[in-house]
């Protein structure tokens, strides 16, 4: 297996640093911007297989890096990084196309796993996304009028967003439910996939409305 | 932690979140954020709004008169985020939602197709009576210049910023505007003899003073409340400042002396990084407010007191009630007992509310232990987790194996909603 290539976009260098020191080794470091532009900049130049992208960043945060790449490289592979727990951002981040969001207190080993699975196309879900998408899609039981498949979880994707909330990672999950981690990856993906797509309003109120709760 | 009055009332009075309010954002508007904050009321696109207001305008200018009344009788609301995000905002480090170019352009060509069908209607003279036409565009246009500039003074909460040129000349010219079509009007309308003259003329100068004064003054009024309650806000905030800047110091003293034990470093960065995080990110709730804010608070003590990081997911909140309460006591000693006995390093609670239910779930990847074994007389888990929540009509379960971890779920039912359901906890 290739060793991956990896871009670290933050508006921070102390965190840069360390994160280079924890997974430089492992996967191949092949650039660093501290600004939207600058990260536009390495990105089309170092062709990267992931990058990890921070939330908040000068010129318009993460969501306007992913904004004007995804478009024109899609093969390109975002993983949010963010110390910022704000639902409406992380969110975001999300529906614009990143494919999973840690928080920056992630272990090294963990970060790489995170890496790896984002690199294989599987999202990554960290508790505090599970929570937030739980959150999420929470009013849409009430709502009678939901016609798309887009606009709900199933019941499955619930239990497994749940159990990850819980703090399950994803074979435990896999055991716990008594399907394959590749089922659970499939769920997870699935979930993303709504997130990404649906249209539903709800999820732009409900990003409006939390942080007046 | 200061004791929260509020936690000692008796079953306060619900939330006042009962119906939800339409609003004109004050950061995402064209002109008078009417049909944006209608949209967003209402959940559909910007878009469809504009058009009806648009289509209803070619019929005797129903829409121009729905704006206006909407733009009189909706709050402008500015966006209330947390320190942090304001902070982020004003830097640049988030994108914002403002209006761009295209919501811009699309506005304008779709208004002037709007405007261009309404002289088409009136050239066939089914519009509006001819000799009204033309003052009341020009009074709209004045009405909508002085209001305007009334909402920027709310906006920019300095009520003395009505002072200066730019203002002064804006107000004249909405004014003005208004006068020519008085005026206007009158004149044409002189064939109908002088006593229509006269009332019509009172009856429009007391219309404009009415439209042009009545929002400022109830603005005027509106405002002081808003000061007094800005100067609250900011005062606040100022004591939270000077809290955290004491604090952060006192932490970076600590961590200075402390340095050579790694797990006391772990804690004191811990419980800093949680302060920050609940001042930046709005999570100011006091433990007694909620059935989350409570959960998280108990978290917070045993990650000072076991020197474990608990990582706390809530979807959904209730009020503390006494089974809710009773339940965030039981989760606390479920987080203890995980700090005291797993050896661990990170403990999951996670919290769901879904209106009949509260269940929390404590989660550890620590030794586990087998259930057989475990003493009756072992007060920590018999007596303030299983019989707690049971006495409050809920249940907990506790799943153990020796080297795989624990889980507690525990749950009860809320009881504003039914008293009978006792909910079994998952699994």
Same mark, same amino acid.
């Not at chain 1, 899609?74 to 727990?85: I, M, N, Q, R, Y």
């Not at chain 2, 119906?19 to 049909?35: F, H, I, M």
């Not at chain 2, 730019?166 to 004249?172: H, I, L, T, V």
């Given at each position: 297996?290739?060793?991956?290539?990896?871009?670290?976009?933050?508006?921070?260098?102390?965190?840069? !640093?360390?994160?280079?020191?924890?997974?430089?080794?492992?996967?191949?470091?092949?650039?660093? $911007?501290?600004?939207?532009?600058?990260?536009?900049?390495?990105?089309?130049?170092?062709?990267?297989?992931?990058?990890?992208?921070?939330?908040?960043?000068?010129?318009?945060?993460?969501?306007?890096?992913?904004?004007? #790449?995804?478009?024109?490289?899609?093969?390109?592979? &975002?993983?949010?990084?963010?110390?910022?727990?704000?639902?409406?951002?992380?969110?975001?981040?999300?529906?614009?196309?990143? =494919?999973?969001?840690?928080?920056?207190?992630?272990?090294?080993?963990?970060?790489?796993?995170?890496?790896? /699975?984002?690199?294989?196309?599987?999202?990554?879900?960290?508790?505090?996304?599970?929570? &937030?998408?739980?959150?999420?899609?929470?009013?849409?039981?009430?709502?009678?009028?939901?016609?798309?498949?887009?606009?709900?979880?199933?019941?499955?994707?619930?239990?497994?967003?749940?159990?990850?909330?819980?703090?399950?990672?994803?074979?435990?999950?896999?055991?716990?439910? &008594?399907?394959?981690?590749?089922?659970?990856?499939?769920?997870?993906?699935?979930?993303?996939?709504?997130?990404?797509?649906?249209?539903?309003?709800?999820?732009?109120?409900?990003?409006?409305? @939390?942080?007046?709760? | 932690?200061?004791?929260? *009055?509020?936690?000692?009332?008796?079953?306060?009075?619900? *939330?006042?979140?009962?119906?939800?309010?339409?609003?004109?954002?004050?950061?995402?508007?064209?002109?008078?954020?009417?049909?944006?904050?209608?949209?967003?009321?209402?959940?559909?696109?910007?878009?469809?709004?504009?058009?009806?207001?648009?289509?209803?305008?070619?019929?005797?200018?129903?829409?121009?008169?729905?704006?206006?009344?909407?733009?009189?009788?909706?709050? #402008?609301?500015?966006?209330?985020?947390?320190?942090?995000?304001?902070?982020?905002?004003?830097?640049?480090?988030?994108?914002?939602?403002?209006?761009? *170019?295209?919501?811009?352009?699309?506005?304008?060509?779709?208004?002037?197709?709007?405007?261009?069908?309404?002289?088409?209607?009136?050239?066939?003279?089914?519009?509006?009576?001819?000799?009204?036409?033309?003052?009341?565009?020009? %009074?709209?246009?004045?009405?909508?210049?002085?209001?305007?500039?009334?909402?920027?003074?709310?906006?920019?909460?300095?009520? =003395?910023?009505?002072? %200066?040129?730019?203002?002064?000349? @804006?107000?004249?010219?909405?004014? %003005?505007?208004?006068?020519?079509?008085?005026?206007?009007?009158?004149?044409?309308?002189?064939?109908?003899?002088?006593?229509?003259?006269?009332?019509?003329?009172?009856?429009?100068?007391?219309?404009?003073?009415?439209?042009?004064?009545?929002?400022?003054?109830?603005?005027?009024?509106?405002?002081?409340?808003?000061?007094?309650?800005? =100067?609250?806000?900011?005062?606040?905030? $100022?004591?939270?400042?000077?809290?955290?800047?004491?604090?952060?110091?006192?932490?970076?003293?600590?961590?200075?002396?402390?340095?050579?034990?790694?797990?006391?470093?772990?804690?004191?960065?811990?419980?800093?990084?949680?302060?920050?995080?609940?001042?930046?990110?709005?999570?100011?709730?006091?433990?007694?407010?909620?059935?989350?804010?409570?959960?998280?608070?108990?978290?917070?003590?045993?990650?000072?007191?076991? @020197?474990?990081?608990?990582?706390?997911?809530?979807?959904?909140?209730?009020?503390?009630?006494?089974?809710?309460?009773?339940?965030?006591?039981?989760?606390?000693?479920?987080?203890?007992?995980?700090?005291?006995?797993?050896?661990?390093?990170?403990?999951?609670?996670?919290?769901?509310?879904?209106?009949?239910?509260?269940?929390?779930?404590?989660?550890?990847?620590?030794?586990? &232990?087998?259930?057989?074994?475990?003493?009756?007389?072992?007060?920590?888990? /018999?007596?303030?987790?299983?019989?707690?929540?049971?006495?409050?009509?809920?249940?907990?379960?506790?799943?153990?194996?020796?080297?795989?971890?624990?889980?507690?779920?525990?749950?009860? *039912?809320?009881?504003?909603?039914?008293?009978?359901? !006792?909910?079994?906890?998952?699994?």
């Amino acid at each position: 297996m290739t060793t991956l290539r990896v871009a670290i976009i933050d508006d921070h260098a102390m965190f840069r !640093t360390g994160v280079r020191a924890e997974i430089d080794g492992p996967v191949y470091i092949v650039g660093e $911007a501290e600004d939207v532009d600058s990260a536009v900049a390495v990105i089309v130049e170092t062709k990267p297989d992931v990058v990890l992208l921070d939330v908040h960043m000068p010129g318009g945060g993460g969501l306007e890096v992913i904004r004007r #790449l995804h478009l024109r490289h899609p093969e390109t592979k &975002f993983l949010a990084l963010s110390v910022s727990d704000a639902a409406e951002d992380v969110i975001g981040i999300i529906r614009a196309g990143a =494919r999973g969001y840690v928080t920056k207190n992630i272990s090294g080993p963990e970060l790489l796993d995170a890496i790896d /699975r984002v690199a294989a196309g599987d999202a990554v879900f960290s508790p505090r996304l599970a929570g &937030f998408v739980l959150d999420a899609f929470a009013g849409t039981i009430e709502i009678a009028q939901v016609d798309e498949d887009l606009d709900r979880l199933t019941e499955r994707e619930r239990e497994v967003m749940r159990l990850i909330a819980r703090g399950y990672a994803y074979k435990e999950v896999a055991k716990e439910l &008594f399907i394959s981690i590749k089922t659970v990856e499939t769920h997870v993906s699935s979930v993303l996939r709504k997130l990404q797509l649906s249209s539903r309003h709800e999820l732009t109120r409900w990003a409006n409305d @939390r942080r007046l709760i | 932690m200061t004791p929260n *009055p509020a936690s000692a009332a008796p079953a306060s009075a619900p *939330p006042a979140t009962s119906y939800r309010r339409a609003y004109r954002p004050a950061d995402r508007r064209l002109v008078g954020g009417v049909a944006t904050g209608v949209a967003e009321h209402f959940g559909v696109p910007v878009l469809y709004v504009r058009l009806v207001l648009i289509v209803a305008t070619w019929f005797q200018g129903v829409g121009v008169i729905a704006y206006l009344l909407l733009w009189r009788f909706l709050p #402008l609301q500015r966006p209330d985020l947390s320190p942090g995000l304001e902070s982020a905002t004003r830097r640049g480090l988030r994108s914002g939602r403002s209006t761009g *170019p295209t919501e811009i352009a699309q506005t304008v060509a779709l208004g002037a197709v709007g405007v261009g069908v309404l002289l088409l209607i009136q050239s066939t003279g089914r519009g509006i009576n001819d000799g009204l036409f033309g003052p009341l565009l020009v %009074g709209l246009v004045g009405i909508a210049v002085v209001w305007r500039q009334v909402d920027n003074v709310a906006w920019s909460r300095w009520m =003395r910023e009505t002072r %200066g040129w730019a203002f002064a000349s @804006r107000m004249a010219a909405g004014a %003005g505007l208004v006068a020519v079509a008085a005026f206007y009007s009158l004149t044409k309308e002189g064939g109908w003899g002088a006593a229509v003259n006269l009332a019509s003329a009172l009856v429009v100068a007391v219309l404009g003073l009415g439209l042009i004064l009545g929002p400022w003054i109830a603005r005027l009024l509106g405002d002081l409340s808003e000061e007094r309650r800005e =100067r609250v806000r900011s005062q606040e905030r $100022a004591d939270v400042a000077a809290h955290l800047h004491d604090s952060v110091l006192q932490t970076l003293a600590l961590l200075q002396k402390n340095a050579g034990d790694s797990a006391v470093v772990a804690t004191l960065a811990r419980r800093q990084e949680r302060e920050l995080r609940d001042w930046l990110y709005g999570n100011d709730e006091q433990p007694g407010d909620s059935f989350v804010a409570a959960l998280r608070a108990s978290a917070a003590e045993v990650e000072d007191a076991h @020197r474990v990081p608990v990582e706390v997911i809530a979807v959904g909140d209730a009020p503390l009630d006494a089974d809710v309460a009773a339940l965030a006591r039981a989760a606390r000693e479920a987080m203890v007992n995980a700090a005291k006995h797993a050896g661990v390093d990170r403990i999951d609670v996670y919290a769901e509310t879904d209106g009949q239910s509260a269940q929390v779930f404590v989660r550890d990847r620590g030794v586990g &232990f087998d259930l057989a074994t475990i003493a009756e007389d072992r007060m920590g888990v /018999r007596g303030s987790i299983v019989d707690r929540v049971e006495r409050h009509g809920g249940t907990a379960t506790i799943r153990s194996r020796p080297g795989e971890g624990t889980e507690v779920a525990l749950s009860v *039912p809320i009881r504003s909603t039914d008293t009978a359901t !006792t909910e079994e906890a998952p699994e």
